[in-house]
């Protein structure tokens, strides 16, 4: 069974601060996701990573896939109240390509 | 162009009532999937239907199931609902029936059993 642990599971700062959230896995993907979810509301694909080592850049966020392709990391910089919602990554292949596994989550809140 | 439409969007049952949600993907999409999503286990896949056909299925208990029309819109029945079951039920699309890009998620039912 394939897992993905994200850290941290909660992350409160203030607007204006940088953070970084991990995705962790002992297992190889052949895609990894980062999703953002706000409350009621369904999953938005952020950025899809496919290449080992790869680094994407979408304004204040960076998204790099680890070189092993088992691990993945997003940054914010310079966090804003719009950014407050649950990031979620997800891990494609490992014998399907019809389903993702999910990480649970990192609660991120970010104060004015 | 549309997203991804769940009907209903809440939805109260008893324990032991059945329940159906639909999803209508993005025109054009033709695999549609299932997550059942909880504060205590995240997102967890369900099923994913392809052209009508159920091509994986996630490790959940035989009451629940789905199917998918010859338009591509799809459906999913809990039966014999237990407390448990109170989650958001997310639907998603993908144009070619692989998630190697990702998905487009649904806004979710949100099922709630009393």
Known sequence: TQLLEQSPQFLSIQEGENLTVYCNSSSVFSSLQWYRQEPGEGPVLLVTVVTGGEVKKLKRLTFQFGDARKDSSLHITAAQPGDTGLYLCAGAGGGSNYKLTFGKGTLLTVNP | ?114
């Open chain 2, 1 to 114: 162009k549309a997203g991804v439409t769940q009907t209903p969007r809440y939805l109260i049952k008893t324990r032991g009532q059945q329940v159906t949600l639909s999803c209508s993907p993005i025109s054009g999409h033709r695999s549609v999937s299932w997550y059942q999503q909880t504060p205590g286990q995240g997102l967890q896949f369900l099923f994913e239907y392809f052209s009508e056909t159920q091509r994986n299925k996630g490790n959940f208990p035989g009451r629940f199931s789905g199917r998918q029309f010859s338009n591509s819109r799809s459906e999913m029945n809990v039966s014999t609902l237990e407390l448990g079951d109170s989650a958001l039920y997310l639907c998603a699309s993908s144009p070619t029936g692989t998630v190697y890009y990702g998905y487009t998620f649904g806004s979710g039912t949100r099922l709630t059993v009393v």
